[in-house]
């Protein structure tokens, strides 16, 4: 798409029968471009799946951009990509109520308000997706997965670009977090106003989430965390610090119990802020 305003654009999609699928779809927005939806992948049927289709923003605007959609089947090996101009939502795959696994998004470049790898609705976990920033701005947040359900052993790694005011997950679960990570692998731009949290649980539990800091940050770190009011336990989550931070550090951070949450700071390094390891 390359000219013109557009409510919906699709790569490919599908309405036929309760499992029809899209599979192997290819979806480009370039300059001039004005879409509301954008989504490489639709499986409009009740329980197909979408697999291994690709969004790319290489300039222009989108208001949602998504690699892959899904009623109830699974979305699966999706990616979405930023390499210019301007995305309000982009999401490698969403499902309404089915799983999401393995799917992809990273910003290359342009401005995005919110970057997710993987997204449940109303029901559905996430598992093993990924959200990347290695240039480009992301200005609201940057998450692995954000689940109805579990979420899994999602990442984000974040590589360079502008993060300000930013919130950075490796996952969001309405249930148990576990096993997420966030690296921070180059020294991004950032502030005060940034967050960085391994998996945060709004009504589970936060289990065994991790962030590595192995490039300078500033912001506000915490290894797994749980909503303030709604949340559960936060249970040994970790912090390795192996470069200097500005900001507070917290192993884990709970509504309930915080429980063998640990923060590991290597030799020589500073942190000017306070160090909590469970709180």
């Known amino acids: 798409v390359s000219s013109g305003a557009h409510a919906n654009v699709f790569g490919g ?10 599979k192997n779809n290819k979806l480009t927005l370039k300059t001039g471009a004005a879409v509301t ?23 222009g605007s989108a208001a949602n951009a998504y690699g892959a959609k899904t009623v109830g089947g699974k ?8 390499e210019g101009g301007t995305v309000t939502n982009l999401v490698a795959a969403q499902s309404q109520s089915g799983t999401a696994e393995e799917n992809h998004v990273e910003v290359k470049g342009g401005s995005v308000a919110n970057a997710i790898g993987a997204e449940t609705v109303t029901a559905g976990d996430a598992a093993n997706n990924k959200a990347i920033i290695s240039s480009g701005t992301v200005t609201g947040s940057l998450k692995g997965a954000q689940s109805a359900g579990k979420a899994t052993k999602n990442t984000a790694e974040i590589k360079g670009g502008t993060i300000s005011g930013a919130s950075v997950m490796g996952a969001e679960a309405k249930n ?18 940034t967050t960085i949290t391994g998996g945060h649980s709004t009504h589970g539990n936060a289990v065994k989430n991790v962030v590595n800091v192995n490039a300078a940050v500033t912001g506000n770190i915490v290894g797994g965390s749980t909503d303030s ?3 559960k336990d936060a249970i040994e989550n970790t912090v390795n610090v192996h470069a200097n931070v500005t ?7 709970a509504h309930n119990a915080s429980l063998r949450n640990t923060v590991n700071i290597a ?5 000017t802020g306070s160090v909590f390891g469970g709180s």
Not at 248 to 253: C, D, L, M, R, W
């Open 37 to 59: 939806n954008a989504i490489a992948g639709d499986t409009q049927t009740a329980s197909g799946t979408a697999e291994e289709n690709i969004l790319t923003v290489e300039d």
């Open 247 to 253: 900001g507070n550090i917290y192993g884990g951070h």
């Open 176 to 193: 148990d977090a576990e096993e997420n990570t966030v690296t921070i692998s180059a020294a991004p731009t950032s502030n005060t106003s």
């Open 13 to 22: 999609k599908t309405v036929y029968g309760a499992d029809g699928a899209t």
């Open 267 to 271: 030799d020589g390094i500073t942190v």
């Open 229 to 231: 009011t709604t949340g």
């Open 75 to 82: 979305a699966l090996k999706n990616a979405a990509y930023a």
